[in-house]
RNA sequence: GCCCCGGUAGCUCAGUGGAUAGAGCACUUCUCUCCUAAAGAAGGUGUCGGAGGUUCGAUUCCUCUCCGGGGCACCA
């Protein structure tokens, strides 16, 4: 019996209890109705979610629908839990319902009924834990968006985990994502881009507001053992030397960029160029030699036609003051030259056209106000703003003690975090706290092989599931019996308990996109596993027998380590199967 | 001035209205002739920043307030 199996029960006990209760009073002449719909009270399973009691004296799982429910149909909360609890215990898997403080139902499942768990699970894999609960939602995941202006660094390190994370998480909940990464390529930060690493490719000093760090100089090395006549053709052509070497360090940059991340094991689907939102479109087909509106022009002008444009001095306008933002947004600056934020909108469009639903926007706490303004936007496009649209914040990170980048000043490089700390361990730091909650990476911490360091610690129960399945295996103990109905010590039962905790994690880490869930429930289950270990032996000492008992267990320490291994999958942390 | 995010054990932090508020670290003491001791067991800590309110019940929700961090561009 899973608790998802058991609130599904509750439910419809409830329900019928209600109903019951409204025939009792349509009796007495007050309604004329039958049945719980009649009530206009409806019970859902999430109404009835069990949760696991701290307290192991109040049974596997405990309920508080009587207390939710009690006022609304007018029952005495422990009266009504004393109703239900009667049901309860009849439910065959139940060992006993007992009713305790103002109104929690606890209960107690039997043995064979939560050891069932451990064979669903392994017959299940890779499986357990997904479900379906996003089903059909089609999001568009955005982080990092980093400027292709130079190597990813600290700042970035941490949304590049979560980014991916929360995309594992959503995707396990049946959810269809993109991620996404917006390359700002257009602009003015690439034209100072564009000359720092020029200057540098000829030798020359450092522009005026130039970009600094040594990562420039190498640049410009590259783009000139790629075009050794560069100089040549700044000598007659500046302007088109300086195309020239902003494309290639570009295009070498953004390269740098993309296996970072892939070495960080971070995924994206689309890296999507800002440049193609200024581009004009294709010729129109009347040989005027005109061409189509630029993506940005186009959306201009559909929020135009919404009636959201105006222009004033000058200049052309949004009014996002409609949709909640302090103030009224540009477009065009006085020059007639597109602001970032057209962009924006554009890029905005550009996803509602590609079919997203949700679009999510994952931004530093430095971005915050960037929410109103894009808020606004989604009402502008004609979309709900409470469901079409979610900006995360997150709070930046801290480096306490860390080397610096030999490359970049003072710039902490994500690839220096990765040569001294390695992916799983920083991938896992960086999930285990919510987004919003400050974070400092204690790099003597992370490199730690000790229970300091939670990775090592879910590692490491991973890694003795599998030494426990080598050794099983050596010593004959096989998978021929399962009798759940053995698995009756107390670090069994707490450790069947968590193994059904996980699907339900896995949905609210979804819902909530908050992957640091899955983090914590590890280290809880980690926890529960070494317990069970140390008292609970899959393989027999000395001369004893293998039996049955043994043979159930090595499906627990499977289910175990599946389970693990599911969980570290969704944080993009691997599972040794060695330590 | 306005907006956002924090404030929970000595430290770092969990805790989407429930029972006696938790974990790791730090400190003390135990446990390997037996599946990995990178582990487990035992030991004590809290005005949940403060004050009101909603509720059968508030660390959780609302209002005010104190402290800390961040943000309020025709920059990118």
């Known amino acids: 019996m899973t608790p998802q199996e058991l609130a599904s029960h509750l439910a419809r006990i409830l329900a019928d209890i209600i109903a019951e209760r409204g025939e009792g009073a349509a009796e007495g002449g007050d309604r004329s109705g039958t049945g719980a719909a009649a009530t206009g009270i409806e019970v859902t399973e999430a109404d009835t979610a069990v949760e696991r009691p701290k307290n192991r004296e109040h049974g596997d799982w405990a309920s508080n629908a009587a207390m939710k429910f009690a006022k609304r149909i007018g029952a005495n909360p422990r009266e009504l839990a004393q109703e239900i609890a009667s049901r309860v215990a009849g439910i065959d898997g139940v060992a006993k319902a007992e009713v305790a403080g103002p109104g929690f139902i606890n209960i107690t499942l039997d043995a064979a009924s939560a050891g069932e768990t451990a064979r669903r699970i392994v017959e299940q894999g890779a499986a357990y834990g997904t479900g379906d609960s996003l089903r059909g939602e089609r999001i568009n995941l955005e982080f990092v968006s980093a400027n292709p202006t130079g190597p990813l660094h600290m700042g970035h390190t941490r949304w590049a985990a979560l980014g991916d994370s929360i995309s594992r998480v959503l995707r396990a909940a049946g959810a269809e994502v993109t991620n996404e990464y917006y390359i700002n390529d257009a602009g003015a930060q690439m034209d100072k881009f564009g000359r720092s690493v020029l200057a540098a490719a000829l030798g020359e000093d450092t522009p005026e507001d130039g970009y600094p760090g040594e990562y420039i100089s190498e640049l410009g090395r590259k783009v000139i053992a790629e075009q050794p006549d560069l100089p040549d053709l700044a000598a007659v052509d500046r302007g088109a030397a300086l195309e020239l070497a902003q494309e290639l360090a570009y295009r070498q940059q953004l390269a740098e960029i993309k296996d970072s991340l892939e070495r960080f094991n971070v995924h994206f689907d689309v890296f999507f160029s800002e440049r193609t939102l200024h581009a004009p479109g294709d010729l129109v087909g009347d040989d005027s030699g005109d061409r189509a509106p630029s993506p940005i022009e186009a959306a201009i002008d559909r929020l135009r036609e919404q009636g959201h444009v105006f222009e004033d001095h000058g200049a052309i306008w949004v009014r996002t003051t409609d949709f909640g933002d302090d103030k009224d947004r540009v477009f065009t600056r006085g020059n007639g030259i597109y602001t970032y934020f057209a962009a924006d909108a554009a890029y ?223 944080l993009g942390v691997s599972a040794p199967e060695r330590l």
């Open 348 to 570: 905005y469009l550009s996803k509602k056209d590609r079919g997203f639903g949700e679009k999510i926007y994952l931004l530093g706490a430095d971005h915050h106000g960037y929410i109103g303004r894009l808020t606004a936007i989604a009402g502008a496009a004609g979309d709900d703003t409470e469901k079409d649209i979610t900006v995360l914040i997150g709070q930046l990170v801290n480096l306490d003690g860390a080397r610096l980048s030999k490359r970049a000043g003072n710039i902490i490089e994500l690839d220096d975090l990765l040569e001294w700390l390695g992916s799983d361990a920083l991938r896992y730091w960086l999930a285990r706290y919510p987004a919003d909650s400050p974070l400092a990476l204690d790099g003597e911490k992370l490199r730690s092989r000790t229970n300091d360091n939670p990775v090592f610690y879910v590692q490491y129960a991973h890694a003795r599931t599998c030494a426990v399945d080598r050794n099983a295996a050596a010593a004959g103990v096989d998978r021929s019996a399962f009798a759940p109905e053995l698995l009756t010590h107390e670090t069994e039962a707490e450790l069947l308990g968590k193994l059904q905790e996980y699907p339900r994690v896995v949905a609210g880490a979804a819902e909530l996109r908050e992957p640091h869930r899955v983090a914590r429930y590890l280290e809880e289950l980690a926890a529960a596993f070494h317990r069970w270990y140390d008292n609970c032996r899959v393989i027999p000492q000395g001369d004893e027998p293998v039996e049955d008992l043994h043979r159930t267990r090595l499906w627990l320490n499977d289910a175990a380590g599946q389970v693990i291994r599911n969980g570290l999958d969704l």
